[in-house]
């Protein structure tokens, strides 16, 4: 039996997000594009099926709250929903605030340190109406507005602050892959929104900063892991390469530097993008093997996820050292986890995973702590109910909530801040 131990003060903790927890989240972006996919045949949607109730988190945060106790959780990320704040354009909801601080409070009553993001894919109705992510200059107004009235409201209670979620993917899966609404497939576009989600990081940034100098602020970043299918194949060397660079290098270097680099931009700067970081947060789940530019999830063989994600656990160890060369920054993993539901498997994949990043530690690398994705079962996006993350099963009939196999063996992994596995 060999023990993977891990430093004393090593954070522990799980992730949700406001819109796939809440329930009743009917202002924004996301909700109207179910309400229209809805309307169409069962075999043309793009969306599933509506968030409607979700985990109906919104009012049952306490109970949810008292489960992660229960499991030893030391710290839970959790997202605000700008279009609770913002419903309509001159109108700031003062209850919704009031609502957050109590669920952040919450949390502080049960000992457990609060991760807060800002943004987490949804944009206000309104919002949208006047151009979105495409028009940044009036979208940067308004998203002002939202910074400059939620920070100074609730930031007493946050201990890190991740202001934007995967800066890459609404861009990539919005813009270019069709799959997030408005489901485009434009490269020029998703340039142009990924430009934007670099000045809201920026911005909000600084403007946490103005309030809270002290305060840690990072990034949740869904760093994609790609590789060639054929590693032979000079066009699928070159593809995965393009690809990185793209979704993930780029970022990280125009936060460094403040330029945008190709092929986001030619150089050109963000001034308040430079330095804009004080640790990096991982989001990790998988590989993509690409032809060309054309990404494959899986080959032949390989063990894969409810999502179809290939189970690929020396991914994050590898990701976690280019971090650690380049960025030379603290360290959280922010999301890691599965959706099945086979709870060996999900044991499995977690301790795979935690496996490699301890791997990562023992060889210098400076990670501070490490969140599972997700606290609950919840809404996942375009795949709507049936993808199971969480460490919390959720009957969404009668919104019963019940610990599951992998939530208590998270727990003990907790308790005893280590690993034990087997060498057989």
Not at 28 to 57: F, S, T, V
Request: aromatic residues 14%.
């Amino acid at each position: 039996m060999s023990k993977y131990v891990f430093p004393e003060g090593f954070l522990w903790g799980a992730a949700a997000s406001a819109y796939q927890t809440e329930g009743n989240n009917i202002h924004n972006d996301w909700h109207d594009a179910e309400q229209k996919e809805q309307q169409k045949p069962p075999g043309k949607r793009r969306l599933a099926e509506c968030c409607g109730d979700a985990c109906d988190h919104w009012h049952r945060y306490e109970e949810d709250y008292d489960l992660a106790r229960e499991m030893g959780i030391q710290m839970h990320r959790l997202s605000i929903e700008w279009s609770r704040i913002f419903p309509a354009e001159n109108e700031v909801d003062h209850s919704a605030i009031a609502q957050y601080r109590a669920m952040m409070g919450a949390l502080h009553s049960r000992g457990i340190k609060v991760m807060l993001c800002l943004h987490h894919f949804t944009i206000p109705r309104w919002v949208l109406a006047k151009g979105g992510f495409e028009k940044r200059r009036v979208f940067m107004t308004h998203f002002e507005r939202y910074l400059q009235t939620i920070v100074p409201a609730v930031g007493d209670l946050v201990d890190y602050w991740l202001p934007i979620n995967e800066p890459n993917v609404v861009p990539l899966a919005g813009f270019f892959g069709k799959l997030f609404p408005p489901f485009k497939a434009n490269f020029l576009a998703f340039v142009k929104v990924y430009r934007t989600f670099f000045a809201m990081h920026a911005r909000s940034y600084r403007v946490i900063k103005a309030h809270f100098p002290e305060a840690p602020v990072g990034v949740a970043f869904a760093f994609m892991h790609f590789q060639p299918y054929n590693p032979a194949n000079i066009l699928h060397r070159w593809g995965a390469a393009f690809a990185n660079r793209a979704a993930n290098l780029c970022f990280f270097e125009a936060v460094k530097t403040g330029r945008i680099g190709f092929p986001l931009g030619l150089g050109d700067t963000i001034p308040e993008l430079r330095g804009a970081m004080d640790f990096v947060g991982l989001n990790y789940y998988t590989t993509l093997y690409m032809k060309g530019l054309r990404p494959i999830e899986k080959k032949p063989g390989d063990q894969a996820t409810d999502m179809g994600w290939i189970l690929y656990p020396q991914g994050i160890y590898e990701i976690l050292q280019y971090l650690a060369r380049s960025i030379d920054l603290p360290i959280i993993v922010t999301e890691n986890g599965v959706a099945t539901t086979d709870e060996n498997f999900r044991i499995q994949y977690l301790e795979a995973h935690l496996r490699e990043v301890h791997r990562a530690m023992e060889e210098g690398v400076p990670v501070k702590g490490y969140m599972c994705w997700s606290l609950t079962d919840n809404f996942e996006w375009q795949h709507g109910y049936k993808m199971r993350f969480g460490l919390i099963h959720v009957d969404f009939a009668t919104q019963k909530r019940t610990i599951k196999a992998g939530g208590s063996w998270y727990g003990r992994v907790i308790r005893e801040n280590r690993l034990l596995v087997s060498d057989v």
